[in-house]
């Protein structure tokens, strides 16, 4: 409470210095019958203590300089209650520190132990942990749920697609075969070798890194949007296949984590895998500020020259 509050709720009427000597003096005896039981004083003695010595502040304030140098024996009662009443407080801080730091968790552990193993009716042989379960739960932080993907997409029917004839027959050119018959290679992967690659060096990431792998960093083509959206899609099938999945740091970052067999086991024993491709959405303009962020000189899935090289 600010001091100005404080002097407009103290009386206005001034005392005389017989009454302020026996304000005085009622401090002090309060003080000195504290100090004497200091070692077994509580809140309310406390709490006491205060309100005397507030009362005698009270008194000092309304002394002018004048009379406290005409009636030095109020100046005495003044100080010698504010000294003990300081030492008193003093000690009680002091006690106070050490019933903290006294603590013993050995002889805590006993207590759980054994509150653990005493019901209402009986005594068990073994403790019953579950008797903690609502108390300790409330110091368990729950972890918030982020949901960062956009739904899934709906895979669509494979359709045969038949070739139209003319219904005109032209008059046809008489087929020769050729004489020699070039084999061409065939350069471009099918959508699965290339996810069975990518698995392959999240796998090997982990293998070496033994730890999460940034997804930004995996998709990012720092030189082609496109390939940026091909690689996010390609993660998109492993997240769908129970593989991997997507999760946050404790940093905000989302991250890749790889799923063990016995996650991947434990999920379809529960009923909760259920295969779900996720998409994000990712623009023109959010690929420019992620190559600006990472900074990255060449693509992590470069498989043109080593896959591994990244790493």
Not at 163 to 185: G, Y
Not at 259 to 264: A, D
């Amino acid at each position: 409470m600010p001091d100005s509050v404080n002097q407009s709720e103290r009386p206005s009427v001034t005392r005389s210095p017989q009454e302020r000597k026996e304000i005085l003096w009622n401090a002090l005896s309060c003080a000195l019958s504290l100090r004497e039981r200091s070692e077994h004083l509580d809140v309310s003695d406390l709490r006491a203590l205060e309100e005397v010595m507030k009362e005698g502040d009270d008194a000092v304030l309304e002394t002018s300089l004048d009379e406290k140098m005409n009636n030095q024996e109020e100046i005495f009662l003044d100080s010698e209650a504010i000294n003990i009443s300081s030492k008193i407080l003093t000690r009680c801080t002091k006690s106070l520190t050490q019933n903290i730091s006294s603590y013993n968790h050995i002889d805590f552990a006993k207590k759980i132990l054994q509150y653990t193993r005493k019901l209402p009716d009986e005594l068990l042989e073994n403790p019953d942990w579950s008797v903690l379960e609502t108390e300790v739960t409330r110091s368990f932080k729950r972890i918030p749920e982020y949901t960062t993907l956009l739904g899934s997409l709906t895979p669509l029917e494979k359709k045969d697609i038949v070739n139209k004839r003319s219904a005109i027959k032209e008059a046809q050119a008489i087929m020769k075969s050729p004489e020699n018959v070039v084999v061409v290679n065939k350069d471009e992967e099918s959508v699965e070798e290339t996810v069975d690659k990518i698995k392959k060096f999240i796998r090997h990431y982990y293998k070496i890194n033994q730890k999460p792998l940034d997804f930004y960093c995996l998709i990012l083509h720092p030189n082609d949007f496109g390939k940026t959206i091909e690689n996010m899609l390609y993660v998109s099938f492993l997240i769908r296949d129970g593989i991997i999945k997507l999760m946050k740091d404790n940093t905000g970052i989302l991250v890749i984590q790889l799923c063990s067999k016995e996650m991947t086991i434990q999920r379809k024993q529960v009923g909760t895998h259920v295969n779900i491709q996720n998409i994000m959405s990712l623009n023109m303009e959010q690929w420019k500020i992620l190559k600006d962020t990472y900074r990255l000189e060449k693509p992590m899935l470069d498989f043109e020259t080593n896959p591994c090289s990244r790493i």
